[in-house]
């Protein structure tokens, strides 16, 4: 299964984006609904809501904002439950990283959750929080990576 990835342009693929995020993060991990959108879930070119697409549908999400000036975060890093183990995470994150570097920016960090720690130090980011800490409920620890 081939996958491609396009980033939002329009309300109808930001709508997809959020469509996932709410399968994943509220209906799968229960993550309240009103806390899961938010101010960047716009189309802007200060916020770049990246879509996997395996087939033509789409399966994944996740977004790029500016984190500090030499900073990209990634956040909402989401691909749904059954297009798991395929791989189609670490090609999403790769390809918002290479966004990141268009963008101009050196260092990408996240906040991952704890359950998840492992798959972003393969692809090697590192744990810079002192201590896990609670997100939406879910422990996280945020992680850094020079790109």
Do not use: N, W
């Not at 002192?130 to 990576?145: Q, S």
Request: negative net charge; proline residues 2%; glycine residues 6%.
């Amino acid at each position: 299964m081939a996958a491609e990835i396009s980033y939002a342009q329009t309300e109808e693929q930001l709508q997809q984006a959020l469509d996932i995020r709410h399968d994943v993060f509220v209906v799968e991990q229960q993550v309240p609904a009103e806390i899961e959108i938010d101010d960047y879930d716009v189309i802007s070119a200060d916020v770049h809501h990246a879509l996997l697409h395996v087939d033509g549908q789409p399966v994944g999400t996740g977004r790029l904002v500016y984190y500090a000036d030499d900073t990209a975060k990634m956040q909402r890093i989401a691909v749904l439950k059954s297009y798991r183990s395929f791989g189609y995470g670490r090609v999403l994150l790769l390809a918002m990283e290479e966004r990141a570097r268009e963008l101009g920016l050196a260092y990408s960090v996240l906040d991952a959750q704890c359950q998840a720690q492992a798959f972003y130090e393969k692809l090697g980011y590192e744990v810079i929080s002192a201590e896990p800490f609670y997100d939406a409920g879910i422990l996280h620890v945020r992680m850094r990576k020079s790109l």
